[in-house]
């Protein structure tokens, strides 16, 4: 019977495993976490003149390195200047080439966004009017190529280390601790801290790579490895390692001094102090992806990050403790079969594991979608709703486990008896197999004496011995002989033992359904690695909402306006760039926000900002606006009213000193 199970399981084992690769290669790219949702000039815009510079607003914050924003002419060349700089939180801007000629300039921009993932785009806009361009705006992003696929497999492989390793040992210490000296079951935790291990140094080496040019030679660029150790990610995953030596010193002591100690007390003891000491590190390997991921940017971050490490100990205590059970379940050895007991104990701890995971994921699916409408309208939705789909089948498949379970504990004295009476599943018997073992015709009484006394033979008559110095040496021969009859008491006796462990009927069944309920597991893995790489359902609404509104103002509707103007008060300090943004630039009442910055981008203050607005088509104006100061190269007003739709002019008015002032224009639609 065993002969027969375990090719079935290999190939279960193999297409699941082929399934969830499927879906992790199929996942694309990870999608971006933050959106464009404005730029000026604005996507397909045609100015009159050369802007000085152009910006680009993010739904969230964004890291940007030195070649974040590129902006390249119809030939190819770059025309932008310094670096990118932060205009306001989520705005963004690089200067341009004074003197640009007209034609189509293409917008590429790489960043990466508050919750580690990649974001790369392109827009083109034109000067004069629209020409032709040698740019070609390719649709792949860092992450598409080799090198995203891998980091992809990297998270993969750690999410289910992680699981493996604290739901193995948790299985251990609170339903099994005789598992402690299991040899199955120490190799699969210690696989799981391998393959976290390996993960981690992996995705920690590809970081820079899949963040930045997404070219497999620059994985072990030391430059980028420097550049990764100062962002947030690098140091969740510094960290990881770091508490990494120590689960590899909790799990010496698990597998080392704990399973030797006999004294009941001693061994209460060290399991309080393993207990302790296993959550405090677990706890802090779930919160490296807390701190770095979905949960620590958006709605209730100080809430959230906490209930992703209860979600992430929830998963691990239930589908890594399933692991393990399925591991003690097949390749225990028969002298140490996993009893019932735990069995029972595990399902009370799979049970408040559940109720953990639908408490925090209810929250989390509230909190990354926040409407029914995204469970159906966006990529997150969908994929979450493929997760609870797998979650409500493999609850299905553990209340079917939890049947067995009790059965296995009402199991038939009868068939235990018939067993060790010596009737296998085969019905052969125990003096049928002795039978297979009698002596050949011929063979040696010395021979015969190593199986013990003969049926009928007194064992306390043995024969007269000859003096020592009078035996002659044991033959090799029969040296040979004692060491086979050995051998075959030796796996009799585990044959006995097995079939004596496999006469409850309910553990076949338990083994079926745990290994079902693993096989589903790995498949949840996998949707869920994709779903930690996708943009959440709110951000991707709130994006289009916004893409939706600038593409409505670009149309002549209502949309905020934003003015870039370079001044030269002539005075010491007197250059610099003037920003204007009028929301939502329509009639009536409007917010306005005027940023002063330096030509190299850094924002600094001036004695006075005035703006003035003049309708000269209606001879209204020039109408007069004061802003308070805010804030560093900041100043703001509110209920600033636009009277009529027109093309209005704005004036700003700038003095740097007491003598040093300069007054800049544009024209702007508004209304």
């Not at 034609?103 to 004069?128: C, K, L, M, N, R």
């Not at 001036?606 to 804030?631: Q, S, W, Y």
């Not at 009277?643 to 544009?666: C, H, L, N, Q, Y």
Request: aromatic share 6%.
């Amino acid at each position: 019977m065993t002969q027969t199970i375990a090719p079935r399981v290999r190939t279960l084992v193999l297409l699941l495993l082929a399934a969830a690769c499927a879906l992790l290669a199929g996942a694309g790219p990870a999608s971006a976490h933050a959106a464009v949702t404005g730029s000026d000039p604005a996507q397909g815009a045609v100015v009159d003149k050369a802007p000085a510079r152009i910006t680009l607003t993010f739904s969230e914050q964004v890291a940007m390195s030195d070649d974040s924003l590129r902006v390249l002419d119809p030939e190819g060349k770059r025309v932008d200047l310094g670096k990118p700089s932060d205009v306001s939180g989520t705005t963004y801007a690089v200067r341009l080439r004074s003197g640009l000629s007209d034609g189509t300039y293409t917008v590429a921009y790489q960043v990466v966004s508050a919750d580690s993932h990649p974001v790369s785009g392109a827009y083109t806009f034109s000067v004069g009017a629209p020409s032709k361009t040698s740019v070609t705006v390719s649709g792949q992003g860092t992450d598409d190529g080799v090198v995203g696929w891998l980091y992809g497999f990297g998270r993969y492989v750690s999410y289910a280390g992680f699981i493996v390793m604290v739901g193995g040992a948790a299985f251990v210490l609170a339903c099994w601790p005789r598992g402690s000296g299991v040899r199955p079951v120490q190799r699969f935790v210690v696989s799981g801290w391998l393959a976290l291990t390996a993960a981690t140094l992996a995705l920690l080496l590809l970081r820079g790579s899949f963040t930045g040019s997404g070219k497999v030679a620059d994985v072990l660029d030391l430059s980028l490895l420097g550049q990764v150790l100062q962002t947030k990610t690098g140091a969740a995953l510094v960290s990881r390692l770091l508490l990494l030596a120590a689960a590899a010193l909790f799990i010496a002591v698990l597998f080392g001094s704990y399973d030797k100690r006999d004294d009941p007390r001693e061994k209460r003891d060290l399991t309080f102090g393993l207990a302790i000491g296993g959550v405090v590190v677990a706890a802090g390997l779930a919160a490296s992806w807390a701190m770095s991921e979905h949960a620590s940017v958006g709605l209730q971050a100080g809430i959230a990050m906490p209930v992703d490490v209860v979600h992430l100990l929830a998963v691990a205590a239930w589908l890594g403790g399933l692991g393990a059970l399925l591991a003690a379940l097949y390749r225990a050895p028969a002298d140490a079969p996993v009893d019932a007991s735990a069995v029972r104990r595990f399902s009370r701890v799979a049970f408040g594991s559940v109720l953990a995971l639908i408490a925090t994921g209810a929250y989390q699916s509230w909190r990354q979608l926040g409407s029914w409408s995204a469970f159906t309208d966006t990529r997150y939705g969908q994929l979450l709703l493929a997760k609870i789909a797998l979650v409500v089948v493999l609850v299905g498949v553990a209340w079917i486990s939890r049947r067995w379970t009790g059965r296995l504990t009402e199991a038939v004295p009868a068939e235990r008896e018939k067993v060790r009476a010596g009737v296998g599943a085969s019905g052969d018997t125990d003096a049928e197999t002795d039978a297979a073992e009698e002596p050949a015709a011929g063979e040696s009484a010395a021979e015969r004496a190593d199986d013990g006394p003969a049926a009928g033979e007194s064992p306390a008559a043995p024969a007269a011995e000859e003096p020592a110095a009078d035996k002659p040496p044991a033959e090799p021969a029969d040296a040979e002989r004692a060491a086979q009859l050995a051998r075959q008491r030796a796996a009799r006796d585990a044959a006995r033992q097995k079939r004596l462990r496999d006469a409850d009927p309910g553990r076949s069944g338990l083994r079926r359904s745990v290994l079902a309920e693993a096989g589903i597991a790995v498949v949840l893995l996998a949707v869920t690695t994709v779903l930690t790489q996708t943009e959440p359902g709110r951000t991707e609404q709130e994006a289009k909402a916004a893409t939706s509104s600038s593409a409505s103002a670009d149309a002549g509707a209502s949309g905020a306006l934003t003015l870039n103007m370079p001044f030269d008060t002539g005075g010491k300090d007197g250059k610099g760039i003037v920003t204007v943004d009028l929301d939502p630039a329509r009639v009536g009442g409007n917010e306005l926000h005027v940023y002063v910055e330096r030509p190299n981008g850094r924002a600094f203050d001036i004695p006075e900002v005035k703006v003035e607005f003049t309708l000269e088509a209606k001879d209204i104006g020039p109408l007069p606006v004061v802003p308070d100061h805010i804030t560093t190269g900041h100043w703001s007003a509110n209920g600033v009213q636009i009277p009529m739709a027109g093309d209005w002019e704005v004036d700003v008015t700038v003095r740097t000193s007491d003598i040093d002032e300069v007054t800049v224009s544009k024209n702007a639609q508004i209304g």
